[in-house]
């Protein structure tokens, strides 16, 4: 039976959030949520700052050091790219002791974020994309509720003696909450479908409904597998291009990263 939390990827969606949805999250969950009051954001504090989402599998799963914890632990993990993977529709262990406006159960009462981020000055400044993402993330959601900015707190408000997560101040990113719930959570600006040249080539990413020619030809300048299909291997390739070229890892190959490519292919 699914649990109550499955408007999730909707809400995502709808305020223009790429939006990744893990097998299973329906039905998972340590029972099902309570009335939800909030949200908690986390920062993951993965040491992995080469992938875009290493904890993923934690988060489903849960952890077995430094303190063993069962999963799921959140609701929602929030790539580098800006990619919510949706995780479970059920309660998760993600808040632990603490509280907020009298409120003492957090996993059954909050939503659990936990964005992908080291938690050290190795890690900051933030990519701007994730950070966008999370705010309209978060907005879409609190607007969903009917409730508003004060309502998303950090886990180190929740549990200020415990906890030290995220490692952003919360009075700004608040801030940027109330003017987007204000303007309704305007959804983010498309990428470009394809180059404005004579020689336009489509953006390409995966799930798209992708020309294979221009694929495999993404694939031999890349010098991966030349399929013709833009699966898991070639997004990972995409993105580690992206990466070292000083662009946005998101795996979405666009005019930005024809346009590199073609400066050293």
């Not at 990744?20 to 954001?41: K, N």
């Not at 002791?97 to 400044?125: K, L, R, V, Y």
């Not at 919360?170 to 990428?191: G, H, K, N, T, Y």
């Not at 699966?231 to 995409?238: L, N």
Request: charged fraction near 20%; hydrophobic fraction near 35%; proline fraction near 7%.
């Amino acid at each position: 039976m699914a649990f109550s939390l499955t408007w999730l990827p909707t809400v995502l969606r709808s305020a223009g959030l790429k939006v990744a949805e893990c097998d299973g999250w329906q039905t998972r969950g340590v029972g099902d949520v309570g009335e939800i009051i909030g949200i908690i954001c986390h920062h993951t504090g993965n040491t992995d700052r080469t992938r875009n989402m290493p904890t993923l599998n934690a988060l489903i799963h849960g952890r077995t050091d430094p303190t063993p914890l069962s999963g799921p632990l959140a609701q929602l993990g929030l790539g580098r790219d800006g990619t919510y993977y949706v995780v479970a529709a059920g309660k998760a262990n993600h808040a632990g002791a603490g509280s907020f406006e009298g409120t003492t159960a957090g996993n059954t009462h909050f939503i659990g974020i936990e964005a992908e981020n080291t938690g050290g000055q190795n890690d900051s400044p933030w990519p701007a994309i994730q950070i966008d993402a999370y705010e309209r993330g978060v907005a879409a959601i609190l607007k969903h509720l009917g409730k508003g900015a004060k309502n998303c707190i950090a886990h180190k408000e929740w549990a200020p003696h415990r906890k030290t997560d995220p490692d952003f101040d919360m009075v700004p990113f608040r801030a940027a909450l109330a003017d987007l719930l204000a303007r309704d959570v305007p959804a983010r600006e498309p990428i470009p479908a394809a180059e404005p040249t004579p020689t336009a080539r489509p953006t390409l990413r995966r799930g798209g409904n992708n020309n294979p020619v221009f694929v495999k030809q993404l694939q031999q300048k890349l010098k991966i597998d030349d399929d013709g299909v833009f699966g898991g291997g070639t997004e990972a390739a995409v993105r580690a291009f992206q990466r070292n070229h000083n662009l946005v890892p998101d795996g979405i190959f666009g005019p930005k990263s024809w346009q590199i490519l073609d400066s050293v292919a």
